[in-house]
């Protein structure tokens, strides 16, 4: 499946218009949303061929819950579903995907460090559309 349409959800906007542009600049078609409420409701809305989705938003683990609830889909399950944090750096907690066991508890496909780096973000759609 080639990746056309991108989700992005991100509470904090001055980050999702930046990564929302420098996405875009790649030739992505880029959908926003500012909550994980209303990354939910433009997922089953717009059906996005991948998502990109903030860990931490209203809760500390709001973008493991969606990033949960979209794999849960039948869409979800077909699309990259990434997490983007800073957590690593504000915590010094690092999250990985590189275990079976790590993606059965994390429910999504890799994790991106913010800040976004367009490079590192296209390497890992490649990655799982390989996998």
Known sequence: M??????????????????KILIESKGFNVITAES????????????????????????????FILCHKIKKTELGKMIPVLILTSATYETGFKFSTTTAEEREW?????????????EELLEKFEEIKQD
Request: glycine share 6%; aromatic share 4%; proline share 3%.
């Open 106 to 118: 994390i429910k999504c496909d890799g994790i991106l460090n913010k800040p976004v780096v367009i």
């Open 36 to 63: 994980a409420e209303e990354g939910y409701e433009k997922f089953i809305s717009e059906n996005p061929d991948a998502c990109v989705i903030d860990l931490i938003m209203e809760h500390h683990d709001s973008g």
């Open 2 to 19: 080639k990746i056309q349409k991108i989700l992005l959800v991100d509470d904090d906007i001055d980050l999702l218009e930046q990564n």
